[in-house]
């Protein structure tokens, strides 16, 4: 079998092969080099690039700063399942998630906890609005615009409180039931601007509605579902008919009762 060769300047010969097979180890060593740089020197020397995904009201600055991410942050030194926690532990988050991707982003994912009612809470002498969640976690101190049309919790012991506190766990099925009135008929909730709860025995308790529209006060158990509040509106525009002054009604025995005024 014949070889090929090269005959270079001044009658030499080298032979084509041996030419090929060290160009061939020179690519596979800068292929290697290059691979080493991405798989060991970039991720050890990049900071991290983030991304954040789901529903957060605060600044994508402050929301790194509680998740404990730096500008100078780097990938490799970066600890996910820390900043994980960190942002569970922040009272304004219902979950997160925070995950690393090679080579150097870190991804997080957020859900923040939403109002479905409003309470008043004394801070230093004051009266401040706090939005309520649906496991009954104090969250916010101080409402914002959007927890306006929610209604307000009184009867309540509001001292002593923190972002993050929780209600009595008794007060949950009352919390959802106000959840599901805010998702499937918004409307009907916002007629009711007040809710009083007044405590029974054995963490029972009765419900006190404050409609909008007119002052008569209405007295009904803990069950407010939406054909509950159906049948307060009706006996409500009933009553506003009648040329007698209705003050108060009560529900609760399954039968209609009232106080009138004067």
């Not at 005959?7 to 691979?35: D, M, Q, S």
């Not at 599901?180 to 007040?194: D, F, I, M």
């Amino acid at each position: 079998m014949s070889e090929v060769w090269i005959v270079e300047e001044g009658g030499k010969r080298r032979p084509l092969g041996i030419l090929v097979r060290v160009l061939c180890v020179a690519i596979l060593c800068a292929l290697f080099i290059v691979a080493a740089c991405y798989l060991l020197i970039a991720p050890a020397s990049s900071y991290v690039s983030v991304e954040v995904n789901g529903q957060y009201g605060i600044g994508v600055e402050e929301l790194l700063s509680i998740a404990g991410i730096r500008p100078d942050t780097k990938w490799s030194g970066f600890d996910a399942r820390a900043a994980g926690e960190k942002l569970r532990a922040h009272p304004l988050f219902a979950s997160a998630t925070v995950e690393k991707k090679f080579p150097d982003r870190v991804v997080i994912q957020v859900e923040e906890r939403v109002p479905v009612a409003l309470a008043v809470a004394d801070f230093d002498g004051r009266s401040v609005p706090v939005e309520i969640d649906r496991e009954g976690v104090v969250f916010r101190i101080g409402a914002t615009e959007a927890a306006g049309n929610l209604p307000l919790l009184t009867g309540l012991n509001m001292t002593d409180l923190v972002a993050g506190s929780r209600l009595n766990e008794h007060l949950q099925p009352l919390l959802l039931q106000l959840e599901k009135l805010e998702q499937e008929n918004p409307r009907l909730l916002s007629a009711v601007s007040e809710i009083r709860i007044e405590p029974k025995t054995y963490g029972s308790y009765d419900l006190v509605l404050f409609p909008v529209r007119t002052p008569v006060l209405v007295r009904t158990d803990k069950a407010l579902n939406e054909d509950a509040l159906r049948y307060i509106m009706l006996l409500l525009d009933v009553i506003q008919g009648l040329d007698i002054d209705v003050r108060e009604l009560d529900i609760r025995a399954g039968t209609v009762a009232y106080k009138l005024g004067g």
